[in-house]
């Protein structure tokens, strides 16, 4: 098979290690942004790394030109971490292309479909001029909740006024089938310190006689849901906008996705929260999740022990009509008022994002999906989605534009997770999709 235009370069890019979250990737982090500058020069457009308080942003744009739209794309090239390194069936940062997908770590999320949108805007530059003024804004934070670019878009709101942002970092339903996705979650994260005795014990000694933070933990998380999928905590469904009969039915006619979210997940059975389809409960409903919870000995054998401490990390995704402040808020009493006697909390906030939800049947909305058309043929599946892109609700608080989110990751692209994979087709449609779209963008 030849290989296609363009495919080099995301092999390239992908090397880099730019995980957002590990102090130690800082420098590759720099290195990826300062690689996409160039990149991006080299294709004709002026681009610039911009500093923020943490990882750089890469902002590009052509020269723009009055009575013109101006289309702001925006992408990541950040990536979460990519252990557990030993799952992964090749290194997790030396791109490996099997059965027509490139594995790696950012294959899909974010590079592949990043470089869908260079690619294109290569083509487009060799073959003459956009047809729409462009601001390419690439930042390198997202997958830590894009702390510093909201106050970026603040600071430079002059610079980046523009008539609506496009973004593929979203998925699809299926292979070849166009998606426009018009809503996401958002997204609460905290950790929480269960703290008891001031040292561990000997719990031959002592057990009895104080609370186990162990024990207090688990008791706190069992809290969290009632038996029937609900989130238990007092006034969390206050503000939540109910799911539309309009979408519920739309969504009904992509089919039952029970078959495939069990098969994806490998789960023995799905639950969720009661008279809820599994997309509703994925893409429109909110939920509660422990990440991650622990405390005490883990090694091997047994200890006898009360250790001093324990904790947990919750995230909370949220839709449209909750406030992340709010809910973590709302979260800190319910823990607080549920906090087992004999142990103390400490409770820190972690990033917030919030909800999103557009008009799909809007203009631009109609003009994204008709590009969707042209790259995919076929019905364009209108869906909203579980996952979160905090910066999406800034754009409009800030700018005052819509997102438009034209997502090519497919169901089983395993993207945070080992063996993260991107099909060559895909990067291909990307190809075309981004074209499409400038030229929609330009005309409606
Ligand atoms: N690309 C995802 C967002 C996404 C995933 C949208 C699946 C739709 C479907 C993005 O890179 C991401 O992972 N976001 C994080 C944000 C968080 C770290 C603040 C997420 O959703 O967990
Ligand atoms: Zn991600």
Redesign the pocket.
Known sequence: MSTPPGLDDLLTLLRFPSVSTNPANIGDVRDCASWLMAKLRSIGLSAEIRETPGHPVVLARNVHQAGRRTVMLYA?YDV?PAEPLNEWLSPAFEPTIRDGRIYCRGA???KG?LMGHLRGLEELLAEGDLPVNLIFLIEGE?????PNLKPFLEQYREELKCDMVAIS???MVGPGLGTF?YG??G?A?MEVRVKGPTIDLHSGIFGGAVMNPNTAVARLAATLHDDEGRVAIAGFYDDVLPLQTWERQAWEGLGDSSAETLTLTGSPELFGEVGYTDMERRWGRPTAEINGIGGGYQGAGSKTVIPREAMMKL?F?LVPGQDPDKIMALAEAHLNAHCPKGVRLEIIHG???MPYVTDPHSAFGAAAQRALTATFGGKVALIR??????IVQAFKDVLGVETL?L?L?LPDCQ??APNENYPIANFEAGVKLNKALLAELAEN
């Open positions: 990541h979460q899909t999320d974010n479909q997202e997958e830590i909740g894009s970092d979203t998925g996705t996401l979650r997204i994260c995230s995704r990033h917030v994002g989605e579980g996952g979160s892109i905090p989110l997502g990751a993207a945070h």
